[in-house]
């Protein structure tokens, strides 16, 4: 088993090959605007650190989301494409999964919230009983809105870090790994565990929208 996980459905543009076994190797990179320029030379770059070629990917991994519409996309089709042109499966997980997995290895044993920056004043975010187990799926909403629903247990991710008067408690990772995406990808296809389709789960609507009673102009 080789797997190729990728994520852009955060600020993080981040990249990691597995055997199965553990990570060989791993790139993260923080710029949110940067997503499309970034992804490619990170897969060229842990592929060249393991010693491997693009050939040799038996599965491809990937953040669906929760995440803003254009981050998101670039991952989404870099892997689809990455599993078309080598006939390997390509496996979605919720993006907040690995935040949570990661959690885990950090040594938060649960429960807890995983939030990421929705941007609009919004968080994504989900609770989870352990790292392993989400209670219930992803929501986007405004921090001040889920306050009792999140008090009284730690949080995870940029989102919370953006609100400490709502997530008092933040503790680490604060961005999205695909070295824990990969991982927790590695146990789940041992166990036998379905995956996501690499479908964005966007949760609302693209900020372009076309206009609505716009003026049709037809030649004279």
């Excluded at 190729?4 to 090959?17: E, F, K, S």
């Amino acid at each position: 088993m080789l797997l190729l996980a990728v994520d852009t459905a955060t600020p993080a543009v981040t990249v990691a090959l597995h055997d199965g076994e553990s990570v060989l190797a791993e790139s993260d990179q923080v710029d949110a605007r940067r997503h499309g320029e970034l992804l490619i030379p990170s897969v060229d770059r842990v592929l060249a650190e393991a010693g491997l070629k693009l050939d040799a990917i038996t599965g491809i991994v990937v953040g669906v989301g929760p995440g803003p519409y254009t981050g998101l996309r670039v991952g989404l089709v870099t892997a689809s494409t990455f599993a078309a042109v080598l006939g390997v499966p390509v496996h979605g997980l919720c993006t907040l999964d690995g935040l949570a997995y990661a959690a885990g290895t950090a040594g938060i044993e649960g429960p807890f919230t995983v939030a990421t920056d929705a941007r609009r004043k919004e968080v994504y975010w989900a609770r989870y009983e352990d790292p392993r187990t989400r209670v219930g799926e992803p929501r986007v909403d405004r921090p001040a809105d889920i306050a009792e629903q999140v008090a009284g247990v730690p949080a995870v991710g940029q989102g919370a870090l953006l609100y400490p008067e709502v997530f008092p408690d933040v503790r680490g990772p604060e961005h999205q790994s695909a070295a824990a995406l990969a991982s927790l990808a590695a146990e789940r296809l041992a166990a036998g565990a379905a995956f996501l389709p690499p479908t964005p789960l966007y949760l609302r609507r693209p900020d372009a929208q076309v206009p609505k009673n716009y003026k049709v102009v037809t030649p004279q």
